[in-house]
């Protein structure tokens, strides 16, 4: 699908398993580009906008949804998250840093929720006409480490099995293999600063050519 959303930003995601310090990145990574004089959106997904609130309660905090409602409520939040919010702030020139994107729902309910990668990914592309981000930092942790850092009470995703969240990171390792130019991968083990640092080395040459 070719991209029809005009983009003057940069849009940056960040992706990886539960309590892999995706937020933490996402808020050192918002100070750093405020710094240097950028228009900043930073949200999350589900959940950056009204709508997106409503959405994320249901299916974070609810009861049973299954697998291809689940799917489907993640598209609605990501078309109306990009319609209303990302896609106006790339188009006048502001860094969109997001804790969460498409790449989640292809690991999550493409894969794990084993409805196909292929299928889940198409209706994303679908749901945003296309709008990949410029750059994805995949924070990569084994799931039982990633879980023991948890401070609050699990979400209905988190509770899902070891072997679910297994598979969810098998699958970001292969779709960051298969797209390295979007992609960078970093042990989320390492001390933050040295992972913000990485981060922004990765980014600088891209905002050099904006």
């Known amino acids: 699908m070719i991209p029809t959303h005009p983009r003057r930003g940069l849009f940056i995601a960040l992706e990886g398993g539960d309590g892999v310090g995706k937020t933490t990145q996402r808020a050192l ?8 004089g950028f228009e900043l ?3 999350r997904e589900p959940g950056g906008t009204e709508l997106g609130g409503y959405l994320r309660e249901a299916l974070l905090h609810g ?10 409520l993640f598209a609605t939040d ?4 990009v319609h209303s919010l990302i896609a106006p702030a790339l188009a006048r020139g502001a860094m969109v840093v997001t804790d969460r994107y ?4 292809v690991a999550y309910q493409g894969a794990a929720r084993d409805l196909g990668i292929t299928e889940v990914r198409e209706l994303s592309l679908w749901a ?3 709008l990949l981000p410029d750059l994805t930092v995949l924070l ?11 401070q609050e009470a699990p979400d209905r995703l988190e509770r899902e099995s070891d072997g679910f969240h ?6 970001f390792l292969e779709l960051a293999a298969a797209e390295p130019g979007r992609y960078l991968v970093l042990d989320a083990a390492a001390d933050p600063g040295e992972l913000h640092a990485a981060i922004t080395a990765r980014l600088a040459p891209l905002l050099e050519r904006r």
């Open 78 to 81: 990501r078309a109306h998250h």
């Open 102 to 105: 498409l790449d989640s729902s």
């Open 41 to 43: 959106v930073l949200t």
């Open 128 to 130: 945003t006409e296309g």
């Open 29 to 36: 990574l918002g100070r750093w580009l405020e710094d240097r």
């Open 63 to 72: 009861g049973h949804v299954d697998p291809r409602t689940e799917a489907l």
């Open 166 to 171: 297994r598979r969810v990171r098998e699958v």
């Open 140 to 150: 990569d942790l084994e799931p039982g480490a990633a879980a023991a850092r948890r």
